[in-house]
């Protein structure tokens, strides 16, 4: 306001005026012309490229066996009589379980907030619908700017405090469930 005001007083003296403009340069925003943009403030989008393999294996094996035998004889004058009773048991058992996940996929992200260290806090999720089978994946969590590659991506084995969900509901997940029956009894420990 200062500015325009000297301005304006020196042309209507008639003497010649100073030229003021702001400094186009901002640190912050600046970025090479040879680099691709990455994300680096609130709004920005950047690609996660999800790879999660997970493999686990759970075996137990229990056995025992117990016997317990009993006899005795008794006997006197003309009376003679024995018994013998016996007791005994066992348990074999053996459980094993092997399970292995894989999922790989791509999705685009919001960054939801920058923190104070510069860390970006990430989230957002992404439906398919494929022959009426519908999928949603989501994730959610902290990444470093310096873990961002220069094609604005970052793996998943790099978000801090990751939450990736994958969920699909239709056909194919209903007929993977286990039927009413069979969930009550596995509840009960009988399937």
């Known amino acids: ?3 325009a005001a000297i301005a304006m007083t020196a042309l209507l003296a008639g003497l010649p005026a100073s030229a003021y ?3 186009l340069y901002r640190g912050s925003n600046w970025s090479s012309m040879s680099t691709d943009r990455r994300a680096t403030e609130v709004g920005d989008v ?3 490229v999800i790879f999660q393999a997970a493999q686990s294996t759970t075996e137990a094996q229990n056995s025992s066996r117990k016997a317990t035998d009993l006899s005795g004889h008794i006997s006197g004058g003309h009376l003679s009589e024995s018994g013998e009773l016996g007791f005994g048991g066992g348990y074999t058992g053996h459980g094993a379980v092997t399970r292995s996940e894989k999922l790989i996929a791509q999705i685009t992200l919001n960054v939801l907030q920058v ?8 989230g957002g999720e ?3 619908k494929v022959n009426g089978e519908r999928t949603r994946i989501g994730v959610r969590g902290r990444i470093r700017t310096a873990d961002i590659g220069p094609d604005n ?3 998943s084995n790099r978000i ?3 939450q990736i969900d994958y969920d699909g509901r239709g056909f194919v997940s209903r007929s993977a ?3 009413l029956i069979n969930r009550i009894f596995s509840f009960l420990g009988l399937g």
């Open 1 to 3: 306001m200062k500015r």
């Open 21 to 23: 403009a702001d400094n």
């Open 46 to 48: 950047l690609t996660v």
């Open 115 to 122: 923190l104070p260290n510069g860390d970006l806090v990430i």
């Open 126 to 128: 992404q439906w398919l």
């Open 153 to 155: 991506s970052v793996a």
């Open 160 to 162: 801090a405090d990751a």
């Open 177 to 179: 469930k286990p039927g």
